[in-house]
C-alpha cells in the first residue's frame, strides 16, 4: 500500500515547525537550509515508499560512518568534494583567474604539522623496502608564469601499500608528509617513493554504500599538495602518476587530465645527468 502525505498541510505545518520557522532565536540560513533539507527528504520517502526499517538501516549506516570517522571518505565518493570544486572554478572562472594548474580534491587524509625543510626534503623514512625510488621537482609559478620564492609545498603521499601514516600506526610519525618552502626561485624537489593506488577498506561503511551502488572504492596512484603564499590564493592539487588502471575510474572523482604525469624511469643519477633531467638528484 502506498500513501501521499508529503503535499498535506499538516506536513508542511509540521516541517515549518521543526525548522524553528515559528520560533525567535537561531540563525535564519540555517533554518531555511535545513526546511529545504527536511522537504525534500520527506518528499523522497513519500515518494519512495521509504519503509521504517529501510530508515533505521541508514541511521545505523550513518552512526557506522561517524564512529569509524568515515564521513570523510564517503564524502569525496559521493562527489560532494568535486562538486565543491566544480563549483570553485566556475567562481574563479567568472573573477578571471585562470591558467593555474587545476585544483583538486584535499581527501580526508592530509595531517598539519608536517616537518618543513627549505628546497629540498626526503619523504619516506627508508623502511618500505618494496618501493621504488621517485624525485619529484617543480616550480611554484603564479598565473603570469612569475616564479613565487619562498612558496610554500606541503607533500603528501600513501606507501607501495596504500597506507597513509597517522591512519596506518605501523608508519613512523609524518612518513611521506613534508613542507618544502621553495628556494628563490620558486623550485623544489623532493624524494620519497612511488605510492601505489588507494582502496576504501573492504567492508567497512563507506564500503557498504559503494557496494549497494554497485561501485567499486578505488583510486589510482597520486600525490597530494598544498601551495600557498602569503597574498596568493591557495591551492590544493593532486598529481596522478600515468598508467594506473584507475587514472580514469577514481573512486573520488578527483582526476583532471592536466594533473597525469607520466614518470621519467631512470636508473641512476649519472643517467638523469647526461639525459638532462631536472635534478637535484641527491
Ligand atoms: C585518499 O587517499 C584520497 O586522496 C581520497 C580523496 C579519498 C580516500 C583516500
Ligand atoms: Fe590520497
Redesign the pocket.
Same mark, same amino acid.
Given at each position: 500500500m502506498t500513501v501521499k502525505i508529503y503535499e498535506t498541510q499538516a506536513v508542511q505545518d509540521f516541517l515549518n515547525s521543526i525548522s524553528g520557522f515559528d520560533q525567535e532565536g537561531g540563525s535564519e540560513r540555517a533554518k531555511k537550509i535545513m526546511h529545504r533539507f527536511l522537504s525534500d527528504l520527506f518528499k523522497l520517502i513519500d515518494d519512495f515508499d521509504v519503509t521504517q526499517e529501510e530508515y533505521w538501516t541508514a541511521v545505523n549506516l550513518l552512526n557506522a560512518l561517524g564512529s569509524q570517522t568515515q564521513f570523510? #571518505?564517503l564524502s569525496?565518493?559521493l562527489g560532494f568534494?568535486h562538486y565543491l570544486d566544480m563549483r570553485q572554478d566556475a567562481i574563479d572562472a567568472e573573477a578571471k583567474r585562470t591558467g593555474n594548474t587545476p585544483r583538486t580534491?584535499?581527501?580526508? #587524509?592530509y595531517v598539519a604539522g608536517a616537518p618543513e625543510a627549505e628546497g629540498f626534503a626526503r619523504l619516506d623514512d627508508g623502511s618500505d623496502l618494496d618501493a621504488e625510488t621517485m624525485w619529484l621537482t617543480g616550480q611554484v609559478r603564479d598565473i603570469d608564469g612569475t616564479p613565487i620564492p619562498g612558496a610554500k609545498v606541503e607533500i603528501w603521499h600513501?606507501n607501495s601499500k596504500?597506507n597513509?601514516s597517522f591512519f596506518d600506526p605501523t608508519q613512523s610519525e609524518y612518513n611521506m608528509r613534508r613542507t618544502i618552502y621553495a628556494d628563490s626561485e620558486g623550485r623544489y624537489t623532493a624524494r620519497s617513493i612511488i605510492p601505489s593506488g588507494?582502496g576504501?577498506p573492504e567492508g567497512a561503511p563507506t564500503d557498504v554504500v559503494l557496494k549497494a551502488l554497485g561501485r567499486h572504492g578505488e583510486?589510482p596512484a597520486?600525490i597530494?599538495y598544498f601551495i600557498s603564499a602569503p597574498d596568493y590564493q591557495h591551492l590544493t592539487t593532486?598529481i596522478n602518476l600515468a598508467g594506473d588502471p584507475y587514472t580514469f575510474d577514481d573512486?573520488?572523482f578527483?582526476t583532471r587530465e592536466e594533473l597525469v604525469i607520466e614518470g621519467k624511469h631512470i636508473e641512476s643519477v649519472a643517467e638523469a645527468e647526461k639525459r638532462g633531467l631536472e635534478g637535484p638528484f641527491t
Open positions: 570523510g #571518505l569525496p565518493g568534494d580534491i584535499e581527501g580526508p #587524509l600513501c596504500g597513509y588507494y576504501v583510486r597520486h597530494h593532486q573512486f573520488a578527483a
